[in-house]
């Protein structure tokens, strides 16, 4: 993975209770792939990230869901962790910003439970996703069809379950990444 994200601006959404290994894995390799990052969450300061049911380390919030707007991101990650998108998904601000990557075709990379957030933005409705296991309900009630694969790419989104897929993830991310906006990633016309 040379320089292929060289230019591109990807957003990070999160907040207190990801999954650590979901945020700092795929942003380092999409720094390494060129790429600029930025966490962005609901308040100023630090979130903490967790180890699956342990607390874990702090990270720097670049700047707040208020201040950012998606035509200045070229793609947007979600990490998982079951607080962090339980959080993020009933805040009106992140379900926009999510909802605008889609609107702009722009390619978005969930994990484990960041899948949460995408029902909201009204993403999920025939579209196939991956994600961890106990969201699987959710998702196809929302009318996704929901598989149990390491990573799943649909039109620009890309799927995976847990920290074990994240080298899969990351190499379907950065692809997606790369080749930016896709015609398929539109919403449902029921979710506008």
Partial sequence: MAQELQGKKIAIVATDGFEQAELVEPKQALEQAGAQTHIISLKPGQIQGWNHFDKADYFNVDVTIDQVNSQDYDGLLLPGGVANPDQLRTHELVIRFIRSFFETNKPVAAICHGPWTLIEAGAVKGR?????????????????????????????????????DIPAFNRKAIAEFAEGQHQGQKLTASAR
């Fill in 128 to 164: 196939t996703l991956t994600s961890w296991p106990s969201l699987k309900t959710d998702l196809q009630n929302a009318g996704a069809n929901w598989v149990d694969q390491e990573v799943v790419v649909d039109n620009g989104l890309v799927t995976s379950r847990k920290p074990q």
